[in-house]
């Protein structure tokens, strides 16, 4: 079974950063890792998509976080990383990394991590 294992979240005050990651594992050598990406939920919202990145580059940013974070991602370490900086209290939710994860010769599928929670505070 698949997992996805965030961490680097934390409390950190307006104005800071913090780099989350998240690394896929008990990937089989017959899977690929397609989109990889960050979404995150504040309290009484619905969950929003943050920043993806495709396996060729390709990346993608809600308005909200452009100029301020950055994804990046290591094929060989399966893993997706977000720099986030010029943190805002708004930017206080739970994040959460997904991975479009395929099969050869099968469907893909999404796989979530369990969420890690960034807070933003004085």
């Known amino acids: 079974q698949v997992q996805l294992v965030e961490s680097g979240g934390g409390l950190v005050q307006p104005g800071g950063s913090l780099r989350l990651s998240c690394a896929a594992s008990?990937?089989?050598?017959?899977?690929?890792?397609?989109?990889m990406g960050w979404y995150r939920q504040a309290p009484g919202k619905q969950r929003e998509l943050v920043s993806t990145m495709s396996s060729d580059g390709n990346t993608n940013y809600v308005d909200s976080v452009k100029g301020r974070f950055t994804i990046s991602r290591d094929n060989a370490k399966k893993t997706v990383y977000l720099q986030m900086n010029s943190l805002k209290p708004e930017d206080t939710a739970v994040y959460y990394c997904?991975?479009?994860?395929?099969?050869?010769?099968?469907?893909?599928?999404?796989?979530w991590g369990q969420g890690t929670q960034v807070t933003v505070s004085s």
């Open positions: 008990r990937i089989m050598f017959s899977f690929s890792i397609n989109a």
């Open positions: 997904k991975a479009v994860i395929q099969i050869v010769g099968g469907t893909p599928d999404d796989y």
